[in-house]
């Protein structure tokens, strides 16, 4: 019978050596490679980015290349833009009154729909309207504005101190807890007592959502919907308590007749009289349809410069609808009504 011997030790050797030589290989390999991933990444720093015409940074997977391409795409749109701007200041410098006229961007504001109803201020038969109109009193200066505001029942802080702020605002503003009447019941008391308008807030969720502004003593009842309240407290950087002095106002694209309407609306707030010494401005700016409430007071920084404080609150209102008379849920007549599915199908037609 024959023996043979197996060298042991020898192999386990040769093993050892293997792995030591096949890690020094993918060491180096790593090295190789990482060496190489640093050098891209230095080349796609200093190379300037091509991009194909059908690129989409969609397509990457990976989402850190997909983010560092999307910022290199977003620098280079920058810098075109930037380029441009240059270009054109350069023109306007050499070519001076011979220079194209700037271009106009497009919004939805300047390609609006033409209404049949905007009013001319010219009109013969517009200012007829406005001499024989619920508030033709008012800017006649035959009545001064004196302003009731009250609540829905059980009305939470936020809603309280809104109404408190509002009554700060507005000239001659009274506010009143509504104690669960009705509003047919609130309505003649405030006639006898010679307002001029009843103000209601309504509240969802502890939160102000709702306005009816009731024009007395034979109307029109307009209702909107609060939104973006913003009480003074809130506010960042705004300026000392407001004075009692009359506010100036602003009424800005209230274009239309339902527009021209809700503008003498809102003016018949206000005295007509404004005390420039208090510097306050109350604006109401139509955009799209949303009425946007400010409340500032301006500050003459030199001759040319005026700087402006806001002072708060701030709301913003949607008309919902315009009854004739005063509020009357039953059997009033409206005026105009907002018909969400119909009215806001095109996105450029407004109604204010």
Not at 70 to 89: G, T, V, Y
Not at 95 to 116: C, F, H, M, S
Not at 216 to 229: D, I, M, Q, R, Y
């Amino acid at each position: 019978m024959e023996i043979t011997e197996v060298p042991v030790s020898t192999g386990g050797k040769s093993k050892k050596k293997k792995n030591k030589n096949a890690n020094k290989k993918s060491e180096e390999k790593a090295g190789d490679m990482g060496v190489r991933d640093v050098g891209a990444k230095e080349e796609m720093k200093e190379a300037p980015v091509a991009f194909p015409p059908t690129f989409s940074v969609s397509e990457i997977k990976n989402k850190q290349r997909r983010h560092l391409m999307f910022m290199k795409l977003k620098q280079e749109k920058r810098k075109q833009k930037m380029e441009l701007k240059k270009k054109r200041k350069r023109e306007q410098k050499a070519l001076g009154d011979k220079a194209p006229p700037k271009q106009v961007p497009k919004t939805i504001e300047n390609q609006r729909v033409y209404d049949e109803t905007t009013v001319d201020p010219h009109d013969e038969e517009i200012a007829f309207d406005e001499a024989t109109d619920e508030f033709s009193a008012y800017f006649n200066g035959l009545t001064s504005p004196k302003v009731l505001i009250t609540t829905s029942d059980r009305p939470r802080g936020r809603t309280v101190k809104f109404c408190e702020q509002l009554a700060t605002v507005i000239p001659d503003a009274h506010v009143y807890y509504r104690r669960g009447l009705a509003l047919k019941r609130i309505i003649p008391q405030c006639v006898a007592r010679n307002f001029t308008y009843l103000i209601v807030i309504n509240e969802d969720r502890r939160m102000p959502n709702g306005m009816v502004l009731c024009h007395l003593p034979e109307g029109p009842t307009a209702h909107f919907k609060v939104s973006s309240v913003r009480l003074r407290k809130e506010m960042k950087r705004r300026g000392k308590e407001p004075t009692e002095h009359f506010p100036e106002v602003i009424l800005n694209n209230f274009s239309t007749r339902l527009g021209h309407s809700v503008g003498r609306l809102f003016a018949a707030l206000f005295p007509q009289n404004p005390q420039f010494v208090g510097r306050q401005v109350a604006t109401f700016h139509n955009q799209r349809d949303f009425i946007f409430f400010r409340f500032h007071r301006y500050i003459f920084k030199n001759e040319k410069k005026v700087g402006i404080q806001e002072l708060g609150p701030r709301f913003t209102l949607k008309l919902r609808s315009l009854q004739k008379g005063t509020f009357d849920s039953k059997f009033g007549e409206y005026e105009w009504v907002l018909k969400r599915h119909e009215m806001d199908a095109c996105r450029r037609k407004f109604q204010l």
